[in-house]
């Protein structure tokens, strides 16, 4: 029933840009707190970065001041800016909704987006 579906992804140079947005659909999005996730193969889920219900972001510390998270509650999208991407960024994409006190995920993982930094 709750849906997550994640777009933008691709393939790129180093230094270029990406926009990843992620519509959701069967929650009340406006008042989850959302994040963003990546998996490289091989490699454990990283939390990329986060807005609360509130409009609070964090990010994780390889991706400060290179990525930008948003939200747009009239359209129950969650977006994120990736600037001066690195080959280190290639992973699949994911967003989810997370408990915010404890940054535990739902289970509501959808197909996520591949995005690939390579020369």
């Known amino acids: 029933q709750v849906q997550l579906v994640e777009s933008g992804g691709g393939l790129v140079q180093p230094g270029e840009s990406l926009r990843l947005s992620c519509a959701a659909s069967g929650i009340i999005f406006s008042v989850y707190a959302m994040g963003w996730y990546r998996q490289a193969p091989g490699k454990q889920r990283e939390l990329v970065a986060t807005?609360?219900?509130?409009?609070?972001?964090n990010y994780a510390d390889s991706v400060k001041g290179r990525f930008t998270i948003s939200r747009d509650n009239t359209k129950n999208t969650l977006y994120l800016q990736m600037n001066n991407l690195r080959p280190e960024d290639t992973a699949v994409y994911y967003c989810?909704?997370?408990?915010?006190?404890?940054?535990?995920?739902?289970?509501?993982w959808g197909q996520g987006t591949q995005v690939t930094v390579s020369s």
């Open positions: 989810n909704a997370y408990y915010s006190m404890t940054y535990r995920p739902y289970d509501y």
């Open positions: 807005v609360t219900s509130g409009g609070n972001r």
